[in-house]
Nanobody, 124 residues
């Protein structure tokens, strides 16, 4: 069993930055790939970014590439999402999730545990 707790969300003006954190409990955190997804009101959940178990590979949605950076600290059982140059369309609830898979990290059906989410609101 893995428990995930996101933090760092909030209200920010367009062009600003936020850093989300996701703290994981449970053993063997360093064995899991981690991902960030988001869901805006009235829309389906969508992939944002993912990182391999050792941080050697990372993946991004086209909509955030060049603006967001995913990273992890296995010693602290934490994954981060640095979000720069935020846009109003980035407004959503952001969720972190754990995957036991190496591939298919853009697909939410390959994630096994999810956090409760943190709200990010970007004003224009």
């Amino acid at each position: 069993q893995v428990q995930l707790v996101e933090s760092g969300g909030g209200l920010v003006q367009a062009g600003g930055s936020l850093r989300l954190s996701c703290a994981a409990s449970g053993r063997a955190f360093s064995r899991y790939a981690m991902g960030w997804f988001r869901q805006a009101p009235g829309k389906e959940r969508e992939f944002v970014a993912a990182i391999s178990w050792n941080g050697g590979s990372s993946y991004y949605a086209d909509s955030v590439k060049g603006r967001f950076t995913i990273s992890r600290d296995n010693a602290k059982n934490t994954v981060f999402l640095q979000m720069n140059r935020l846009k109003p369309e980035d407004t959503a609830v952001y969720y972190c999730a754990v995957s036991y898979y190496v591939d298919y990290l853009r697909k939410d059906e390959f994630y096994d545990y999810w956090g409760q989410g943190t709200q990010v609101t970007v004003s224009s």
